[in-house]
């Protein structure tokens, strides 16, 4: 069976956040309780920015079970982040929730936080999540 793709529900934001947060802080080489303790302001920025799509992959006419999620930066087409819980993975979720995420599935893809595994179609590139981080531009006067 394959899972219902749709966009993330505010109610979903009570998974997407832990789950996002917990599997980086994992990722390593900078301190796990750092990360757990500061990420969280990043993903919240993240979420909140109105460029941000994640889509769900979920089972049921309700939106039952989650299976995964993709978080992605529509403004500069860049993949945040995209989690599937350690039992469902190997059965292409991750690679629907993106290609949902992103209108595709190219053969190389930005993402802002770095990927789980070598890999050659994924590339490590922070800066579109600083755009977001730093928040709205504002005009200097001269």
Same mark, same amino acid.
Do not use: C
């Given at each position: 069976?394959?899972?219902?793709?749709?966009?993330?529900?505010?109610?979903?934001?009570?998974?997407?956040?832990?789950?996002?947060?917990?599997?980086?802080?994992? %990722?390593?080489?900078?301190?796990?309780?750092?990360? $757990?303790?500061? +990420?969280?302001? =990043?993903?919240? @920025? /993240?979420?909140?920015?109105?460029?941000?799509?994640?889509?769900?992959?979920?089972?049921?006419?309700?939106?039952?079970?989650?299976?995964?999620?993709?978080?992605?930066?529509?403004?500069?087409?860049? %993949?945040?982040?995209?989690?599937?819980?350690?039992? $469902?993975?190997? +059965?292409?979720? =991750?690679?629907? @929730? /993106?290609?949902?995420?992103?209108?595709?599935?190219?053969?190389?893809?930005?993402?802002?936080?770095?990927?789980?595994?070598?890999?050659?179609?994924?590339?490590?590139?922070?800066?579109?999540?600083?755009?977001?981080?730093?928040?709205?531009?504002?005009?200097?006067?001269?």
């Amino acid at each position: 069976m394959r899972p219902d793709v749709r966009l993330m529900r505010a109610s979903d934001r009570r998974f997407v956040v832990p789950t996002w947060v917990k599997s980086f802080a994992e %990722l390593g080489p900078w301190p796990r309780q750092a990360a $757990l303790t500061h +990420h969280w302001a =990043a993903v919240d @920025a /993240i979420l909140d920015d109105p460029m941000t799509r994640v889509v769900i992959l979920s089972s049921g006419d309700d939106g039952g079970a989650v299976h995964g999620w993709a978080a992605a930066d529509t403004l500069t087409g860049t %993949l945040h982040y995209a989690y599937v819980p350690p039992e $469902l993975r190997g +059965h292409g979720f =991750a690679r629907s @929730a /993106i290609a949902v995420a992103l209108n595709d599935y190219a053969d190389r893809i930005k993402v802002t936080h770095p990927w789980p595994f070598e890999s050659q179609r994924f590339r490590w590139n922070p800066y579109p999540m600083m755009r977001v981080l730093a928040g709205p531009r504002r005009e200097v006067a001269a």
